[in-house]
């Protein structure tokens, strides 16, 4: 749709319609929009990922190869089996201690303060 500015020529002004079309100043619009909409979206991202990381905490996490390296270094605590694809871990009862290829062997307390959760299934 277009829309004429200015004075007719058929009125005697001679001056010359100047046409700006609507679809021109929506798209302009529309663009300031779209940039509106960008740095909207990239502050909330920023804010998720600054909230997310106040919260956040490492714990260090010392892990063993072998159970006889976890006892020396923690020899009051408890050994445990930590299967970190699962994130829980196995006492010494349990039927999954010391099976699979994604765990090692740490100190309980450590796996605790890790976040790590004790895994209620294989007891015997």
């Not at 319609?17 to 609507?22: D, G, L, P």
């Not at 072998?66 to 970190?84: G, I, K, M, N, S």
């Amino acid at each position: 749709m277009l829309q004429y500015f200015g004075t007719d020529s058929a009125r005697g002004s001679g001056a010359v319609k100047q046409k700006v079309s609507f679809d021109q100043t929506r798209g302009q619009g529309v663009l300031s929009m779209r940039i509106s909409l960008m740095c909207a979206i990239c502050l909330l991202t920023a804010l998720v990922v600054v909230a997310g990381t106040l919260n956040a905490t490492a714990i260090p996490l010392t892990v063993f190869r072998y159970e006889a390296q976890a006892q020396r270094h923690c020899p009051t605590d408890t050994v445990v089996w930590l299967d970190f694809r699962k994130e829980i871990y196995y006492s010494k009862h349990q039927k999954h201690y010391a099976q699979g290829n994604t765990g090692n062997f740490v100190c309980r307390k450590q796996a605790r303060s890790g976040g790590y959760r004790r895994s209620l299934f294989g007891l015997r």
